[in-house]
């Protein structure tokens, strides 16, 4: 008897609970754990800029899947590009105006950030990891910016979730407005059926309009939760197409056509709401003229 | 009722006897080998092939090997490889992209061009293919390449090649007979790319060779290596296999009349570590590794491996 283990009275039980809740939310243990030999992480030498804990991964997926989401876990980064991979890339950044996506930034970009030519070898997939960071980073910073208030400002409580998403569209896309000349050509390369990397665009499209959702305050969790953000990346993909063609300066046109494809939306789902009350109600009546009728339904 | 008896006492004898040899087990077939392990040696061993070799004969025998196939080297290997190491070669010149084109080059950078280390290169394969790439591709007539290879006969044969290029004479394509795993006439940091093709299989020590690389090569340089791997699929393994064991030093006798040579081949390619192993052998010299840090060639005949030296501080 005296072996067992004695229950806690309540108020006991009651303060164990409470200490085991987190005050501050643990974001580590919900990571997917990394395949790499932890040999990278532990050699000093493979670590020359300190900026962020970084876990080198197997696959290189820009994208961080978890199982499960809680608005107390912190954000995962934007993407996973180790240390190294990461100055590169963002020191390429600038040339992406003049040169467009292409080897030839990277690799002014590699020489800025105080590598050699060669050192382009550390992004196994060249250009298109180029144009993958970007898309990654300018998430982040979309991430940021409405983290720190910049977008919505005062008015932020006030708007509702479409307004809000239409901000976050208008803003992700003015992000463009200096690579919109070189954009064009990353399309086809955003298509191609690589390996591996075909499905990271189609990824980076749903991770940016659910950022965007998420962001703007969107709760759903019923079915819509996909048919929004098929929706939004429908209208962002087709605004990127009219922003490569936009002349004017501060991307009007583009945002015209961003109202009115939100408008088509709303047109749109107005019609599949009343031909789903439709089917609804002359489903109802046959059943009911059916029973009427002695059916057994 | 006597063959019963006799059965019994058969069956009785076989499951009970037990006999205890008065020396320890020793049947004809390895008694060379018991006699060659009891030797005191306190000499490291390493392989060759599938048989033990105390490390200093190791270099000179795969000296050997390589002298007797220097000359049949070409034909021998599109005759093995049905001509895929050509295409192998190609992809792993062509993703490294050798040369700076004229549009990227800083105007007053003090050396032009990049500095090529080809290690174990001695007939030229790789070497005349960067130079190729670069001249060609890229139109940088600065980027030059230096052979290295322990062997005088692939050297000479490589030499004899190049004289058909047109980098035959040129500061841009040198030659050296040298030991990958201890260089000391090239200087720290001073090699943009590293490249080492079917060869580090062959070394002695091929952690003091990576080591070596590390130390040659400047920081944000190079270090790429296609090497014979293990084939992931085991269909296509099992039929790999067959096709080594067998074909091959059979090709061996019939071209170049050397049977043993080219079973060492074949032994030393089953000896290499696998994918894994061998990125965690460049990870361990301290180089990074992109991404997953090999690409598999025809299904793992072959892999690509690189890691590159990072950069200290900026």
């Known amino acids: 008897m005296a072996s067992l283990p004695r229950l806690p009275g309540p108020r006991q039980a009651l303060s164990s609970i409470q200490s085991i809740r987190p005050t501050r939310p643990f974001h580590t243990i919900h990571q997917r754990a990394s395949a790499s030999p932890s040999s990278l992480r532990n050699s000093p030498r493979n670590q020359p800029f300190k900026t962020t804990p970084t876990t080198p991964t197997r696959t290189l997926s820009p994208i961080q899947i978890r199982t499960y989401h809680s608005p107390l876990h912190p954000r995962l980064p934007p993407h996973e590009y180790t240390n190294s991979q990461t100055a590169i890339l963002t020191a390429s950044l600038p040339h992406i105006p003049t040169h467009g996506f292409t080897a030839a930034a990277l690799t002014r970009g590699a020489r800025d950030a105080g590598f050699l030519d060669v050192s382009v070898q550390l992004l196994p997939r060249g250009e298109f990891d180029l144009i993958l960071f970007w898309l990654a980073s300018r998430r982040g910073l979309l991430r940021g910016r409405v983290e720190d208030g910049s977008v919505f400002g005062a008015a932020g409580e006030g708007l509702s979730v479409e307004e809000k998403v239409k901000i976050l569209v208008l803003e992700r896309l003015k992000m463009n407005i200096d690579v919109r000349g070189v954009w064009q050509d990353v399309r086809p390369s955003l298509k191609c059926p690589y390996s591996e990397t075909s499905l990271s665009p189609l990824l980076e499209l749903h991770a940016l309009s659910n950022d965007i959702l998420t962001l703007a305050g969107d709760s759903a969790v019923d079915a819509t939760w996909y048919a929004r953000r098929m929706a939004l990346g429908a209208i962002y993909a087709s605004a990127e197409v009219v922003m490569t063609r936009d002349p004017s300066p501060g991307l009007e046109e583009t945002e015209a056509f961003v109202r009115r494809r939100f408008e088509d939306k709303e047109v749109l789902r107005g019609k599949v709401e009343g031909v789903g009350s439709w089917v609804g109600f002359w489903g109802n009546t046959v059943v009911g003229v059916g029973r009427s009728w002695g059916l057994k339904i | ?314």
């Open chain 2, 1 to 314: 009722m006597s063959t019963r008896s006799a059965w019994r006492a058969l069956h009785y004898s076989a499951k009970r006897r037990t006999f205890q040899p008065a020396t320890p087990y020793r049947c004809f077939s390895c008694t060379r080998q018991a006699f060659d392990q009891a030797k005191p040696d306190h000499e490291r061993m390493t392989h060759f092939g599938f048989t033990n070799v105390p490390e200093s004969e190791k270099e000179s025998r795969v000296g050997a090997v390589f002298s007797s196939v220097a000359s049949s080297y070409d034909n021998m290997n599109d005759l093995m490889s049905l001509g895929i190491h050509r295409l192998w070669k190609d992809h792993f010149v062509r993703s490294l992209n050798p040369g700076t084109p004229v549009a990227n080059r800083p105007a007053n950078a003090k050396d032009q061009g990049w500095n090529i280390l080809d290690i174990a290169g001695g007939t030229g394969d790789i070497a005349f293919r960067m130079l190729d790439h670069a001249t060609n591709i890229n139109h940088d007539l600065e980027t030059r390449v230096t052979i290295s290879d322990i062997n005088a006969d692939m050297l000479a044969e490589g030499r004899k090649r190049s004289t058909a290029t047109p980098y035959y004479n040129t500061p841009r394509l040198s030659f050296v007979e040298a030991n990958a795993e201890h260089m000391p006439h090239i200087p720290d940091a001073s090699i943009d790319l590293y490249t080492v093709v079917f060869g580090i299989r062959n070394f002695t020590d091929k952690q003091a060779a990576l080591n070596e690389a590390f130390r040659v090569l400047k920081p944000g340089g190079v270090f790429a290596c296609m090497e014979f791997s293990k084939v992931e699929n085991p269909v296509f393994d099992a039929v790999y296999k067959r096709w080594n064991f067998s074909a091959i030093p059979l090709i061996g006798q019939v071209v170049a009349g050397d049977r043993d040579s080219y079973q060492y081949l074949v032994e030393s390619i089953e000896r290499f570590p696998s994918q894994e192993e061998f990125r965690g052998m460049i990870q361990k010299a301290g180089f990074m590794i992109p991404g997953k840090g090999y690409e598999n060639l025809t299904g793992g005949i072959a892999a690509i491996h690189k890691g590159i030296k990072p950069v200290t501080q900026v």
